[in-house]
Nanobody, 126 residues
Framework: QVQLVESGGGLVQAGGSLRLSCAASGRTFSRHAMGWFRQAPGKEREFVAV????????YYAEDVKGRFTISRNNANNTVYLQMNSLKPEDTAVYYCAAESTNTWPRIVSRTSYSYWGQGTQVTVSS
């Protein structure tokens, strides 16, 4: 069982930065791949980034590559999403999630994730 709590969302101007955090409880955090997803109003929840359990591999959606960086600290059960050069189209509720297989392509599929946080709102103004 993994419980997830996101923080760090807010309102920022286009071109600005935010750092999201996701704190996990439970003893199995280090065995899970951790992903970030987002959902804009009227749209489906979409993949943003994932980091494998060891932290050695990361994958990003095309539209955030070069702007967002995912990282994790298994010692304090936390995963981060550093978001730079934010655009209005990045506006969404951002969710972190935990996935147990650590295998491609499951780790980029929303349906593979068993545990989800409650989400944090990110709003980018133009």
């Amino acid at each position: 069982q993994v419980q997830l709590v996101e923080s760090g969302g807010g309102l920022v101007q286009a071109g600005g930065s935010l750092r999201l955090s996701c704190a996990a409880s439970g003893r199995t955090f280090s065995r899970h791949a951790m992903g970030w997803f987002r959902q804009a109003p009227g749209k489906e929840r979409e993949f943003v980034a994932v980091i494998t359990s060891s932290g050695r591999s990361t994958y990003y959606a095309e539209d955030v590559k070069g702007r967002f960086t995912i990282s994790r600290n298994n010692a304090n059960n936390t995963v981060y999403l550093q978001m730079n050069s934010l655009k209005p189209e990045d506006t969404a509720v951002y969710y972190c999630a935990a996935e147990s297989t650590n295998t491609w392509p499951r780790i980029v599929s929303r349906t593979s994730y068993s545990y989800w946080g409650q989400g944090t709102q990110v709003t980018v103004s133009s």
